[in-house]
């Protein structure tokens, strides 16, 4: 296999990878923008209680999807997963999903950057931008960011998450320390959380952990793929639901949990800043200005995710095999290029519709960036419960060393615990995009994400079965192996082209 086609090894250590991975869930975005949203629309105090209980269903589904990582390394994550355990046409169904789910999540940050750091602007200068100017400039950054090492890109969102849980933990002070109503255990008791409410709850708030499962895209790229992605995602699961959990009942004790309701209702995403305010302007400016960087550092993550899911279909020339070359630094430049492709025509296709819309400054935020990022949610969550499916059955042909807590009990309870929030995604779906988007919306949205899954069904039968999803087996050194047929030692799930 030529270099061209092979990632740069070695890169990222297990700190370096839990900062990619928590940039992608952007945690000081979803205090400041998802908190209240789903206080406002949920109605519940249970908040906290449900990050917490999500995190302990995406530890289970972690257990087995870890653990199968470590034996399969493949930047296309699901699609070599789905592909080994329920054969490579399923593989590629997912694969095509997985790209136009990660597609749409990062071009949907568009609309929130955009917006938001326009309203910054003008807050602070008076001078007000357009959404897609300022979105055009994220995206020339996030462009030039993704052809370069992947290692540049994990200092710079290191640096930016470690700033976002410096202001959130002042935040999480100011608000314990000031509470209105004394601090309490309201927001984290059973009856807050268990109500008429709490499918809508939970449907907004496995939103916030999107990314957490792309350790594994990055396998191939890590100083020890058999220990680190594993390594990694428990740590990144751990402290993203604990974060979360901790840091919005802070929030409800500073604002008072007989007020944050109608409060959220009031201001919306501004509710942080807005409070802040009341403290320290300053510092009201400044977790401003690191919420936008917090999208920012979303943006560069899940285009990173996106880049390398192209690449490692081109590889395996389910897509044309040039997306599958990566330039001289050993990062996946075609794949990040076509990305880069994809994120401006979105934005240059919303900014054109946007132009006379009733909706004024906040077209952004109502369309692309919810209807995009509600539609990817249930894209992820549909394609865990489908790949904690494919564990079990990898699992049922080779134990691989593991026990049947991990080989069984984690994963089966994960697919439960999935599918009911996939469901719960969509029977919800009208409330989490809003009553200000077109009803016909609740069909369009969940049906791009069913139908890439189709279509990418009805493109494998265009295959035989013997091309190579390029993984690389766990017994042998991370170099790139390549597969001669379906019974290859490597363990390859394969199809040809014609």
Do not use: C
């Amino acid at each position: 296999m030529s270099d061209r086609t092979t990632l740069k090894r070695g890169q990222l250590g297990t700190t370096a990878l839990v900062f990619m991975i928590i940039a992608a869930s952007a945690p000081l975005t979803v205090l400041a923008g998802g908190a209240p949203t789903n206080l406002a629309v949920s109605g519940l105090l249970g908040l906290p209680l449900s990050y917490l209980v999500l995190g302990v269903v995406l530890i289970l589904f972690a257990i087995g999807y870890s653990a199968m990582s470590s034996r399969i390394h493949n930047a296309g994550a699901f699609y070599a997963y789905i592909s080994q355990g329920l054969g490579p046409r399923q593989g590629i169904a997912a694969a095509l999903l997985a790209l136009v789910t990660y597609n749409m999540l990062q071009a949907s940050l568009y609309g929130l950057f955009g917006f938001s750091l326009s309203a910054a602007i003008a807050t602070w200068t008076s001078v007000q931008l357009p959404w897609w100017l300022v979105g055009a400039v994220g995206w020339l950054l996030v462009a030039l960011l993704g052809v370069r090492n992947v290692d540049f890109s994990a200092k710079i969102l290191g640096v930016l998450v470690a700033l976002e849980f410096l202001v959130v933990a002042i935040v999480m002070g100011i608000a314990l320390t000031h509470a209105p109503e004394g601090v309490s255990v309201v927001s984290l008791r059973y009856g807050d959380f268990m109500s008429s409410g709490v499918g809508v709850l939970l449907a907004f708030s496995i939103a916030a952990f999107m990314g957490f499962e792309s350790g594994a895209i990055y396998s191939e790229e890590t100083k020890d793929p058999k220990r680190t992605v594993a390594r990694a995602t428990y740590i990144a699961v751990a402290i993203i639901a604990l974060f979360y959990g901790l840091s919005t009942w802070a929030l409800t004790m500073g604002v008072g949990p007989s007020a944050i309701i109608d409060e959220a209702r009031t201001y919306g995403p501004d509710l942080v800043f807005v409070w802040l305010a009341e403290f320290s302007p300053l510092l009201s400016d400044v977790a401003h200005l690191l919420f936008v960087t917090s999208i920012f550092a979303a943006l560069v993550a899940f285009h990173n995710a996106s880049a390398r899911y192209f690449f490692a279909l081109g590889r395996s020339r389910v897509l044309p095999q040039v997306l599958g070359r990566t330039g001289g630094n050993g990062s996946p430049v075609a794949g990040s290029v076509a990305q880069s492709t994809v994120g401006l025509g979105v934005v240059i296709l919303f900014a054109l519709t946007g132009i006379n819309s009733s909706l004024g400054e906040l077209y952004p935020v109502i369309t692309l960036f919810t209807w995009f990022s509600t539609a990817a949610a249930f894209g992820l969550v549909f394609l865990m419960a489908v790949t904690s499916v494919a564990v079990l059955v990898w699992f049922r042909g080779n134990h691989h060393g593991f026990g049947v807590f991990t080989r069984v009990i984690a994963p089966a309870l994960a697919t439960i615990a999935l599918i009911s929030v996939a469901v719960l995604i969509l029977i919800n779906f009208d409330l989490m995009i809003g009553e200000e988007s077109p009803r016909a919306m609740v069909f369009i949205m969940p049906g791009i994400i069913i139908g890439s899954g189709v279509l990418g069904a009805l493109w494998s039968l265009r295959f035989d079965r013997h091309t190579d999803i390029h993984t690389i087996p766990d017994d042998e050194p991370p170099v790139e192996a390549e597969a001669t047929g379906a019974d290859s030692a490597s363990a390859s799930a394969t199809l040809t082209a014609p």
